[in-house]
């Protein structure tokens, strides 16, 4: 495995989700608050289509590579 990569790309959420943090607070507290009211179902739903439209947009980048 290249940890190379594996770092890298943590370090780009990183720099993702802190912009979303420096450009619009306001926005990111409220999306937060209302995800906290979602129930736990809702929630594993949204975070097993976010892990497979990653997953499945990898596999398009290395076949295109």
């Known amino acids: 495995m290249d ?3 594996l770092l890298s790309a943590l ?3 990183l720099v993702l989700e ?3 943090l ?3 607070p306001r926005h990111l ?3 937060a608050a209302m995800l ?3 129930d ?3 929630l594993r739903a949204l975070g097993f289509l976010a892990m497979a ?3 499945g947009l990898l596999i398009l980048l290395k076949h295109a590579s």
Request: glycine fraction near 8%; aromatic fraction near 8%; proline fraction near 0%.
């Open 3 to 5: 940890w190379t990569l």
């Open 11 to 13: 370090c780009l959420v």
């Open 18 to 20: 802190g912009i979303a």
């Open 22 to 24: 420096f450009l619009s």
């Open 29 to 31: 507290r409220e999306a």
């Open 36 to 38: 906290s009211r979602m």
């Open 40 to 42: 736990d179902r809702t």
């Open 53 to 55: 439209a990653g997953a």
